[in-house]
């Protein structure tokens, strides 16, 4: 699914765990196709391996302390990810992508005004007193509004 792919996209450009968590449970609660691609618990629990089952191999800690000693003859020069001139635009296009995707995800989860028709109930003024005295009822409601207006007024 498209909404699926761009989920994934914006996955990889969030940085704080706390908003990742969020889109992606968000996401899984509503995706039908996704759910369906959960892994169940006892499938989950095939996967994991315990600690005993472990065993270390006899190369390993010597591998390891080689490539420590190698490091540390070496300093390690960190490239940039981005020019710094080019972060400022990558930011801006991400920052309007979320907000374009943001507003696409508030409009599909507003309910349409069909369903609000729908869910509207009907109403009748069976009698209407002003001071204990007849009154007449006028009911209007603009064209396309949920807006209704009742004017009563006393009939003389």
């Known amino acids: 699914m498209f ?3 761009i989920i994934k996209f914006l996955f990889s450009f969030i940085p704080f765990k706390a908003l990742k968590g969020y889109l992606v449970s968000h996401h899984l609660e509503n995706c039908p196709s996704c759910q369906k691609e959960l892994a169940g618990r006892e499938e989950a629990r095939s996967f994991l391996i315990e600690l005993n089952e472990v065993k ?9 302390q080689g490539r420590i000693e190698a490091a540390e003859g070496k300093e390690a020069v960190r490239q940039p990810f981005l020019r710094p001139g080019w972060r400022w635009a990558v930011a801006a296009v991400s920052f ?3 907000a374009m995707i943001a ?4 409009r599909t989860s507003m309910p349409s005004r ?3 028709k729908e869910l509207t109930k009907t109403f ?3 009698y209407l007193k002003i001071e204990n005295e007849p009154a007449q009822a006028f009911i209007f409601q603009p064209k396309d509004s949920d807006l ?3 004017w009563a007024e006393k009939i003389s």
């Open 56 to 64: 270390e191999p006899r190369s390993f800690w010597p591998a390891v």
């Open 103 to 106: 507003v696409l995800i508030y």
């Open 124 to 126: 009748q003024i069976n």
């Open 114 to 116: 069909i369903q609000k």
């Open 3 to 5: 909404c699926c792919q």
């Open 96 to 98: 309007l992508v979320v």
């Open 148 to 150: 209704i207006i009742i």
